[in-house]
T-cell receptor, first 116, second 115 residues
Framework: AQKITQTQPGMFVQEKEAVTLDCTYD???????LFWYKQPSSGEMIFLIY??????QNATEGRYSLNFQKARKSANLVISASQLGDSAMYFC?????????????FGKGTKLSVKP | NAGVMQNPRHLVRRRGQEARLRCSPM?????VYWYRQLPEEGLKFMVY????????ESGMPKERFSAEFPKEGPSILRIQQVVRGDSAAYFC?????????????FGQGTRLTVV
């Protein structure tokens, strides 16, 4: 069965430093997509970054990058130069065809707190 | 281009009442997904719909819950005879097509509180 594991319930980082949020996944499919979403205290789900299983290069979007290690089945999110506004819940998610034509499977999330 | 619109943002219902949650997908999107988020949890898939069709409802509770996405108008998630355990945030997401490389755009969610 498909599964996403986020082992860090909470993380602290100093403003302007980099932080890595861990995500491991489990799937028997060869083709899949990995997503990261941010959920601030206001509650909306904000798409951050995407990595396809066949992408050879790690995805980057501004201050966000995805450290994709396919053999280890990990897709860690790296946030560089943390800002106070980065304080939020972060969810890793996966989409493959083992599920129902593309619904997302989410981890339980990591709460990131950025300290001034 | 307006994003995914959900209303109401907050909904309070007494036990036994009905809750109706609405979702208008982004323009041009014909695929709608509903998710439920319990406190301190990630989102859990409930149902996937295309216009006038339920494609997958494997995540829906067997009783009291139903969903529709009519030809005209928003998608509706309906919960009959609500109980305290239904209190959660309900998110709708839409996509222009299906496929594992397709991003899903989320609405702001409806927070249902059952008292």
């Amino acid at each position: 069965a498909q599964k996403i594991t986020q082992t860090q319930p909470g993380m602290f980082v100093q403003e302007k430093e980099a932080v890595t949020l861990d995500c491991t996944y489990d799937t028997s499919d060869q083709s899949y997509g990995l997503f990261w979403y941010k959920q601030p205290s206001s509650g909306e789900m904000i798409f951050l970054i995407y990595q396809g299983s066949y992408d050879e290069q790690n995805a980057t979007e501004g201050r966000y990058s995805l450290n994709f290690q396919k053999a280890r089945k990990s897709a860690n999110l790296v946030i560089s130069a943390s800002q106070l506004g980065d304080s939020a819940m972060y969810f890793c998610a996966m989409r493959d065809y083992g599920g129902s034509q593309g619904n997302l499977i989410f981890g339980k999330g990591t709460k990131l707190s950025v300290k001034p | 281009n307006a994003g995914v619109m959900q209303n109401p943002r907050h909904l309070v219902r007494r036990r036994g009442q009905e809750a109706r949650l609405r979702c208008s997908p982004m323009k041009g999107h014909s695929h709608v997904y509903w998710y439920r988020q319990l406190p301190e949890e990630g989102l859990k898939f409930m149902v996937y719909l295309q216009k006038e069709n339920i494609i997958d409802e494997s995540g829906m509770p067997k009783e009291r819950f139903s969903a529709e996405f009519p030809k005209e108008g928003p998608s509706i998630l309906r919960i009959q005879q609500v109980v305290r355990g239904d209190s959660a945030a309900y998110f709708c997401a839409s996509s222009p097509r299906t496929g594992m490389y397709t991003e899903a755009f989320f609405g702001q969610g409806t927070r249902l509180t059952v008292v």
